[in-house]
């Protein structure tokens, strides 16, 4: 790609056996039936497989499609529902968690959309994103405030029976509607939190924004409560600035569809020659991207991707 930073649409609100280790949350939900338990999957051994979905145009089920023609294992092993916004109230002068109606609708609709794919052993983990508004991560002036916010991200997984939260600072455009600077506390104790809500949840970092540079305040450093991180630039390599293990890091990151398949193939092989566990993609669609898909599968499991609809 000539220009590596992912092309979004704005109004959006984006194991090695590390996601087998994870529980998939069965926390009872709101109008809705409990995550079900998967049912029993083919054994693969590689990277953690991630698949971004922007939910405004395709349908999250996309990632179910694709299996490994040796053994019949998936070929994604999360699925990111692309996104949830973080939005801000100019009279109550707070942050709050929203859906568009896109987003809205699948987790409305989880049944169909979201269970589907938790039963195939799929996480499904759902992305927060700025918003234009002046609200973000990095921002918030009190732990008080900072945890409030993480409340209505758990309170959303375990409503919607969701298996995490993925945090993208990007777009939050810090001082518009008289909102603060970001500061050195904000992301750590939003992070504390939602970790302390969730504890066996998935908590992952798009590793870009002001939030990403503010892992670490008044001597707690939050790297450690982070399942995984990944490079924010598609068709580059770059290792995410995080103490984390290479088990839980994704240097390389691909956009669907628009980045070459030779670079695809070439970061999938740089993958597991390195020992990184991660494999990041973006904007999974409803075309047969069998042979875009197969173009990282041969690297990390020795085998094409299947398509089937």
């Known amino acids: 790609m000539s220009n590596p930073v992912r092309s979004r ?48 145009n395709h349908s999250m089920l996309n990632a179910g499609k694709y299996t490994l023609a040796d053994g019949g294992g998936n070929a994604f092993d999360v699925a990111v529902i692309f996104a949830a916004n973080i939005n801000y109230d100019t009279n109550s002068k707070k942050a709050y968690l929203h859906f568009n109606e896109n987003v809205q609708r699948v987790l409305d609709n989880a049944a169909t959309e979201i269970r589907p794919l938790q039963r195939k ?19 918030f002036t009190s732990q008080q405030t900072a945890s409030a916010f993480a409340k209505e991200m758990s309170d959303a997984v375990a409503e919607y029976g969701l298996d995490g939260i993925d945090f993208d600072d990007e777009y939050a455009e810090y001082g518009n509607n008289g909102t603060a600077q970001p500061n050195d506390s904000s992301f750590v104790h939003l992070v504390t939190a939602l970790r302390a809500n969730m504890p066996d949840k998935i908590i992952s970092l798009y590793n870009i924004g002001p939030a990403a540079s503010r892992l670490s305040y008044g001597g707690v450093d939050v790297s450690s409560k982070f399942d995984y991180a990944w490079n924010p ?39 597991v020659g390195e020992g990184y566990g991660v494999y990041l993609t973006y904007n999974l669609d409803g075309s047969d991207r069998s042979a875009d898909v197969s173009a990282f599968t041969r690297e990390l499991y020795g085998s094409d991707a299947v398509y089937t609809p």
């Open 9 to 56: 649409v704005r109004t959006a609100a984006l194991a090695l056996s590390a996601v087998a280790a994870l529980a998939l949350g069965t926390t009872t939900t709101t109008g809705a039936t409990a995550a079900p338990a998967p049912a029993p999957t083919a054994a693969k051994q590689g990277p953690t497989s991630v698949a971004y979905i922007e939910v405004n």
């Open 233 to 271: 630039y598609y068709g580059t390599w770059q290792v995410p600035g995080i103490g984390l293990p290479k088990s839980r890091l994704s240097p390389a990151a691909v956009e669907i569809g628009r980045t070459s398949q030779s670079t695809v193939t070439s970061l999938a092989r740089r993958t």
């Open 121 to 139: 052993g799929i996480k499904v983990v759902l992305s927060v994103l700025g918003n234009h508004q002046g609200a973000g991560f990095a921002n």
